[in-house]
């Protein structure tokens, strides 16, 4: 099993800066790629990016490429996700996720660890 654990989250005004953080804990070496996802009120959980440990690859949901970043450099079982130019539409409870395979998916379904949320709230 992987745990992981997220923090970083806040309330922050539009076009502000927040830096999300996961923490894994457990067999990690399980895990080859790992996510964020995201989740609003009355809205299904949608995929914002994600990076393949195996490929060395990343992937962006169109809403958030060029604001948003997974830097290559991270931390030893830990997994950034850097919000830039945030925007109120990017509110929403934020998911730390790793799925055991090496390809990066869309689909929150193919996903098989998941963190607890943080939430993230831009005031306009």
């Known amino acids: 099993q992987v745990q992981l654990v997220e923090s970083g989250g806040g309330l922050v005004q539009a076009g502000g800066s927040l830096r999300l953080s996961c923490a894994a804990s457990?067999?990690?070496?399980?895990?080859?790629?790992w996510a964020w996802f995201r989740q609003a009120p009355g809205k299904e959980r949608e995929f914002v990016a994600a990076?393949?440990?195996?490929?060395?690859?990343?992937y962006y949901a169109d809403s958030v490429k060029g604001r948003f970043t997974i830097p290559e450099d991270n931390a030893e079982n830990t997994v950034y996700l850097q919000m830039n130019s945030l925007k109120p539409e990017d509110t929403a409870v934020y998911y730390c996720?790793?799925?055991?395979?090496?390809?990066?998916?869309?689909?929150?379904?193919?996903?098989?660890?998941w963190g607890q949320g943080t939430q993230v709230t831009v005031s306009s």
């Open positions: 996720t790793a799925r055991r395979g090496g390809l990066i998916r869309t689909s929150f379904k193919d996903y098989d660890y």
């Open positions: 457990g067999r990690t070496f399980s895990a080859s790629t």
């Open positions: 990076i393949s440990w195996s490929g060395g690859n990343t």
